[in-house]
T-cell receptor, first 116, second 112 residues
Framework: GAVVSQHPSWVICKSGTSVKIECRSLDFQATTMFWYRQFPKQSLMLMATSNEGSKATYEQGVEKDKFLINHASLTLSTLTVTSAHPEDSSFYIC????????????FGPGTRLTVT | AQSVTQLDSQVPVFEEAPVELRCNYSSSVSVYLFWYVQYPNQGLQLLLKYLSGSTLVKGINGFEAEFNKSQTSFHLRKPSVHISDTAEYFCAVRSTGNQFYFGTGTSLTVIP
């Protein structure tokens, strides 16, 4: 089946620094990818929709200047958390839509971000 | 707008007993419904999905779900659970814009 990878799987950064998370579709081209955030013991909250070659669409309440999304190719989307603060600590999960399968998305394994 | 409600945040069940995890949705348009499982510190794995057709959907690991349009429900069931089924389960609805909206999750704990 389709595989989506994320890198890194786990990152610790200091408050005020920026961190980049990569999401790759390994065996298919994804024109659309999605970024989710998950707090401990809670559900996934959609942050933004990433479209290849165009600006991301952010959900209400998500700061686009803080969570920069770049979908530079059909297999790679990146999420950069700028000027990170401890409250940004969370589990970030991406998913990718396979254009050949209209109703399905494939989820990455997630990235655990801890801001100290 | 779509939304998903999972009524039970935690469900303990004895090994080999049946289990039902409840999910209700609200949507003003046709829905596509999904159940995912998440093991600790991992991403989501698709259990099953309803797109159209038969309202009884069978998925992996012996799980099945029934789409009930009149009750706007999509409950997940398994006739006999195993220890390895202990995980977090999420119900989700897909919007017309391809975004997924998730319920708050149900933590299933299988007791030996």
């Amino acid at each position: 089946g389709a595989v989506v990878s994320q890198h890194p799987s786990w990152v610790i950064c200091k408050s005020g620094t920026s961190v980049k998370i990569e999401c790759r579709s390994l065996d298919f081209q994804a024109t659309t990818m999605f970024w989710y955030r998950q707090f401990p013991k809670q559900s996934l909250m959609l942050m933004a929709t990433s479209n290849e070659g165009s600006k991301a669409t952010y959900e209400q309440g998500v700061e686009k200047d803080k969570f920069l999304i770049n979908h530079a190719s059909l297999t790679l989307s990146t999420l950069t958390v700028t000027s990170a603060h401890p409250e940004d600590s969370s589990f970030y999960i991406c998913s990718a839509k396979d254009p050949n399968k209209a109703y399905e998305q494939y989820f990455g394994p997630g990235t655990r971000l801890t801001v100290t | 707008a779509q939304s998903v409600t999972q009524l039970d945040s935690q469900v303990p069940v004895f090994e080999e007993a049946p289990v039902e995890l409840r999910c209700n949705y609200s949507s003003s348009v046709s829905v596509y419904l999904f159940w995912y499982v998440q093991y600790p510190n991992q991403g989501l794995q698709l259990l099953l999905k309803y797109l159209s057709g038969s309202t009884l959907v069978k998925g992996i690991n012996g799980f099945e779900a029934e789409f009930n349009k009149s009750q706007t429900s999509f409950h997940l069931r398994k006739p006999s659970v195993h220890i390895s089924d202990t995980a977090e389960y999420f119900c989700a609805v897909r919007s017309t814009g391809n975004q997924f909206y998730f319920g708050t999750g149900t933590s299933l704990t299988v007791i030996p």
